[in-house]
């Protein structure tokens, strides 16, 4: 289980822009790199366009966003055009991130049970080390929080 103070965890994966995203590589930026378990649904659609319209407020912090899913990246593309997201979505669908970030639970929804993406966003330094972890992220109010403890790193 990932901690704060822990180095997070490297991968490679195509972003939606068409290139390559290596966490290493964009060591010297903060890192707001948020899990979320689908496209176009609503808490997840909420969450996406309160990170748009903080994006000015982000960027200014020279701060990235990344959002990883296990959709697929066609999918990934169409909520981005429909929403306008300036940022990067990772589609993951061998749950490789999505397993070495330890956000792959088992979740209860109308007493079924099935394993799922637990919403949850890591706050990441410009030398790669995890400073807070957001677990079962509540959607109201996240991105603020968010924003208030960027500014204290």
Known sequence: MLK???IAPDF???GSHGQPVKLSELRGK???LYFYPKDMTSGCTTEACDFRDHYTDLSSND???I???KDPMGSHHKFIEKYQLPFILISDPNLEIIQAYDVWKEKTMYGKKSMGIERTTFLIDQDGVIRKIYPKVKVK???EQVL???RSL
């Open 4 to 6: 704060t103070g822990d």
């Open 67 to 69: 959002g990883v899913s």
């Open 63 to 65: 701060t990235l966003v």
């Open 30 to 32: 903060k890192i707001v």
């Open 148 to 150: 208030e403890d960027l």
């Open 12 to 14: 490679l994966a195509e």
């Open 141 to 143: 109010g996240h991105v």
